[in-house]
């Protein structure tokens, strides 16, 4: 039985095929299908667009799929980025132009009020049927500046709470442990794993 991860991001394939390495099926991402729709992220919150994406993609593929949707919420910024995360620093955003804009926003603000949360909601759907979503989230800080170089996204800027270094600087291997993404999929992985018994 084959598994779509609704997203053409690389990393993100990556990381949620490592953490679902164990499970009997087999893990392939949107880039295998090129006639598969682009849908259109316009949800209000993360579990919106998670769940979207999910029922869209199962529906047009006819098979199971799950579709993730990630936000980096701070703090000073009024839990901005987001929703907005991805696309934070306007058309044609990258990663370091993401990081540029938090780094150039929280300029004049101290590491004690540099507070954040990462969150992540992930939706699982066949066949256009909504299954299930799971939620998972990881509290840290803001750096004043970008450091390590593993990882994607905000990882360069993110030092988790109880750690001294950023996710990038930590490594895929020990982010994948503790993750707002990993403890997401712990639970939607139950939720696959169940409804593929009932096969």
């Given amino acids: 039985?084959?598994?779509?991860?609704?997203?053409?991001?690389?990393?993100?394939?990556?990381?949620?095929?490592?953490?679902?390495?164990?499970?009997?099926?087999?893990?392939?991402?949107?880039?295998?299908?090129?006639?598969?729709?682009?849908?259109?992220?316009?949800?209000?919150?993360?579990?919106?667009?998670?769940?979207?994406?999910?029922?869209?993609?199962?529906?047009?593929?006819?098979?199971?799929?799950?579709?993730?949707?990630?936000?980096l919420e701070i703090e000073a910024l009024g839990n901005k980025p987001?929703?907005?995360?991805?696309?934070?620093?306007?058309?044609?955003?990258?990663?370091?132009?993401?990081?540029?804009?938090?780094?150039?926003?929280?300029?004049?603000?101290?590491l004690s009020k540099r507070k954040a949360c990462f969150r992540c909601v992930i939706a699982v759907a066949d066949k256009g049927k909504l299954i299930g979503a799971a939620e998972?989230?990881?509290?840290?800080?803001i750096t004043q500046r970008p450091l390590g170089n593993t990882g994607f996204g905000y990882d360069p800027i993110f030092i988790p709470n109880g750690y001294k270094k950023t996710f990038a600087q930590l490594g895929i291997n020990r982010k994948n442990k503790i993750s707002h993404r990993s403890k997401a999929l712990v639970k939607a992985k139950k939720v696959i794993e169940e409804y593929v018994l009932t096969f």
């Fill in 1 to 71: 039985m084959r598994l779509i991860v609704a997203t053409r991001n690389r990393d993100k394939l990556k990381e949620i095929k490592t953490l679902l390495k164990d499970l009997p099926l087999k893990v392939i991402s949107l880039n295998n299908f090129s006639s598969a729709p682009e849908v259109r992220e316009n949800g209000r919150t993360l579990e919106s667009n998670a769940i979207k994406k999910a029922v869209q993609i199962s529906k047009f593929l006819k098979t199971l799929a799950v579709a993730d949707d990630s936000g």
């Fill in 82 to 110: 987001g929703v907005y995360s991805a696309r934070f620093s306007g058309k044609g955003a990258t990663y370091k132009s993401n990081n540029e804009k938090v780094l150039r926003l929280l300029q004049d603000i101290p």
């Fill in 136 to 141: 998972g989230k990881i509290k840290g800080r």
